[in-house]
């Protein structure tokens, strides 16, 4: 029985967290206007604008025709889509359809399929905020690190759920204990009273056939 309620206090903790962190990254979705609002730069082609680990934040309701030049996007590469680069924008190439190229700050020069041609296709949002070498972290939460964390995540929960578990089951038996105990004295003190008092009603009845007993031996006398 103690086991089916830890697991379900287990199961219920992991279910709000599970939940919070879902409700938290659907409401940072919907401020930022982008699937995923946060990158970590894992090269050095924007320093010192961006060092390497630096966490930065997109902006993606910042409508591509706003960009101007000196504005750093993120982008997929024209090439192939299939990687995400980060650099500023270095010059516009057309304004029908808007067409810009980029260029990395630490970068000798711009690169075909890379640095552009950029439209609205592949943009993806301005940047907004730069934290920086909060990135260190996701460079920790690689397996099998991240594995290992959640396995202790979970541990501490289930250590949790038992002690306070252990605790309850522990202040019930005290509670009792002591309730009992008390009673205990309540009936010692009450046996010891009955006691005091039958003692005095023997003794005072005695007494009492003894002044009466004196008294009519004196009777006696006088009529004598």
Not at 49 to 58: G, K, M, R, W
């Amino acid at each position: 029985m103690a086991k089916r309620s830890i697991s379900k206090g287990v199961i219920k903790d992991i279910a709000i967290v599970a939940i919070a962190v879902i409700v938290i990254w659907l409401g940072l979705q919907a401020a930022f206007g982008t699937q995923n609002p946060f990158y970590v730069v894992a090269s050095g082609s924007m320093i010192p604008a961006l060092e390497v680990y630096d966490i930065i934040v997109i902006q993606g309701h910042e409508p591509f025709e706003a960009i101007q030049v000196g504005d750093i996007i993120v982008f997929d590469r024209p090439s192939d889509h299939n990687r995400v680069i980060v650099h500023r924008v270095e010059s516009i190439l057309s304004e029908d359809p808007l067409t810009v190229r980029t260029q990395g700050d630490a970068n000798p020069s711009w690169i075909r399929g890379t640095d552009y041609p950029i439209t609205e296709e592949e943009y993806i949002g301005k940047v907004q905020y730069i934290i920086p070498q909060v990135g260190y972290i996701t460079q920790i939460l690689k397996p099998p690190m991240n594995y290992i964390i959640i396995a202790v995540v979970i541990g501490v929960m289930i250590i949790k759920q038992f002690t306070n578990k252990k605790k309850d089951v522990e202040d019930i038996v005290s509670k009792e204990t002591l309730k009992e105990l008390s009673d205990i004295g309540k009936i010692e003190a009450d046996s010891e009273y009955s006691e005091d008092i039958k003692k005095s009603e023997i003794t005072e009845n005695k007494i009492n056939d003894l002044d009466d007993s004196k008294k009519e031996s004196k009777t006696d006398k006088k009529n004598n």
